[in-house]
């Protein structure tokens, strides 16, 4: 047997439609959603999915506002435009797109945009109110996972989740989402002693390390739900998660493919995140 997989493009073109939908209804009310996102820097990989989200807001009627600024910006001007777009009552979600140049401090740029626009859920307060049940903004990767997971129907109550990976990002706000929903929540990381021995106990295991094909499928649990949220560029240009899809598809019962699993989810889930902002404006 192998595995069910997962389609994150399906089930993002399903929900974009639903999206479009209260978006025009939204609109037509006189609130058009409007999502701003900044982009310091010219990495690639980055460009793409900027270019990815814009992409999505104008496919599901959104306005987007994209600020390009050079590597070597000041910060301060940076700052001063974030001011602007929290004070901007047309903008509804802020985006700054991570990571940073160096000479950035991320985390002075992630708290000053405003909670209410925060649609990555990555500012403190928002992180906050995640860890006490009462989200805002849930951040979009793992959002997206919880969206998969709903429509896979894996039932989550008291099933085993391992998380490998601990990131701000991901893997913490992860296991917030999965324990709110009465799953045994482990989290593994690089110093883990035996890193086989939790995911072998997973019914669910989410990758989120960043380390191509590292999760074999010896390392899975039969029958077990994979979600993969590496995004890794092989030499050859192609990408690829973090679980070795072609031995861990023998061994689980779903699983979800990189490209077009939680990468086309993550930003479906910010487009959600954003028309909801624009909603509470009327509110
Ligand atoms: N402030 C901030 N918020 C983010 O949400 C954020 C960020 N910074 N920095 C980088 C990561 C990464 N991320 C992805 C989004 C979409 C795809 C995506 O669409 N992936 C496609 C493939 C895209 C391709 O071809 O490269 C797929 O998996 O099918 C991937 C990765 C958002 N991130
Ligand atoms: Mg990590």
Known sequence: ??????????????????????????????????????????????????????????????????????????????FARIAELNADPAVHGILVQLPLPRHFDSEAVLEAIAPEKDVDGFHAENIGALMQGNPRFIPCTPYGVMKMLE????????????IVGRSNIVGKPMAMLLLAQSCTVTVCHSQSKDLAFHTRRADILVAAVG????ITGDMIKPGATVIDVGINRLPDGKLCGD????????????????????????ITMLLTNTLESAERTLK
């Open 243 to 266: 679980v070795d899809f072609e031995s861990a598809k023998e061994v689980a019962g779903l699983i979800t493919p990189v490209p077009g699993g939680v990468g086309p989810m993550t």
């Open 211 to 214: 380390k191509a094909k590292m």
């Open 1 to 78: 047997m192998t595995a069910t997989i997962l389609d994150g493009n399906a089930l993002s073109a399903h929900l974009r439609t639903e999206l479009a939908g209260r978006v025009a209804a939204l609109t037509a009310r006189g609130v058009q959603p409007c999502l701003a996102v900044i982009l310091v820097g010219e990495d690639p990989a980055s460009a793409v999915y900027v270019r990815n989200k814009v992409a999505g807001c104008e496919k599901t009627g959104m306005r987007s506002i994209k600020d390009v600024y050079a590597p070597d910006v000041d910060p301060a001007v940076v």
């Open 151 to 162: 429509a896979g129907h894996v039932p989550l109550k008291g099933a085993e989740a391992v």
